[in-house]
């Protein structure tokens, strides 16, 4: 039967503090029955014909002291034991359906990319949700998506069990975060001859800039654009066609998606800056709290492995694309 790698399920704080306190009292009644064994044994221990004897006292305080250690491992032994996750329950919040329903975003090419041809999905997501499977020992379930905004707008309905998303607080609202696994870049995609030089000279009254609905730069231009006005084509392909015709001055985007969408569009440039850094996270729907504790930790392994740098790197990515923050601990 599959295991599950109970090494990605931490403790809580309260579980610390008390495993601590526990190991620190018994402890504590140990070394003060060491140091009363140790003056007894000063006392008894006297020499008999030119030979020091241990004495009675001393063999029945050192025996009762052993017992002492005893009962100390096998405290810490029921303690590491009552942290392990129940499995069942586990998998069953996990996954409700029996099968771990992963929403692939292939929308982002950082992300995953979907086969024109064959349908086939791959990239960074769908080796993470596979790896979490794995863990668990569920079956593996990808469901596709062409936006992130389609994903976190199904978070309720029960289609999906884990997401990857970037971290908005629009978001957080229906879905448990884990930590960043990688950070892209939001920037501008902009026609042959644009006056538009900087980021921040996208922000000025007359300049239309197409956006992707819900998606995280949307999320973000939405609450921070003061004067630009935002177009929400259904498409990215729609969002270069009103580019090519002139009726957009920009379109925002994550940068490696934009500067393959730039090879398309003759004479387009993607801007150097930044309007924001896109932390991208996995989540899952609220309501499952050993889940999302586990899926923390899960992120926070892959990152300190090496196993998302692997990824990207298997993928054809670079620090370019993207970057993998450090581990939580």
Sequence with gaps: ?????????????????????????????LERRRRRCWRRRVRVAKPVGGVKRKGRRFENCMDTHMAFRICFCALAGFSMLAQQPDVAALRAEFAPAGKLRAAINHGNPVLAVRDANTGELRGVTVDLSRELGRRLGLPVELVPFDSAGKVSALAKAGVWDVAYLAIDPERAQDIDYSAPYVELEGTYLVPAGSKLRNVEDADQTGVRIAVSPKSAYDLFLSRNLKHAQIVRPGTTAESLELLVGRKLEAVAG???????????VPGSRVMKGRFMTIPQAAGLPKGRPQAARFLREFIDGVKASGFVAAALKRHGLTADDAIVPAPMR
């Excluded at 994550?254 to 398309?264: E, G, P």
């Design 1 to 29: 039967m599959p295991t599950v790698d109970n090494s990605a399920d931490p403790l809580t704080k309260s579980d610390v503090i008390e495993q601590r306190y526990s190991r620190r009292l018994v402890w504590s009644i």
């Design 254 to 264: 994550v940068r490696t998606a934009l500067v393959t969408a730039s090879r398309i």
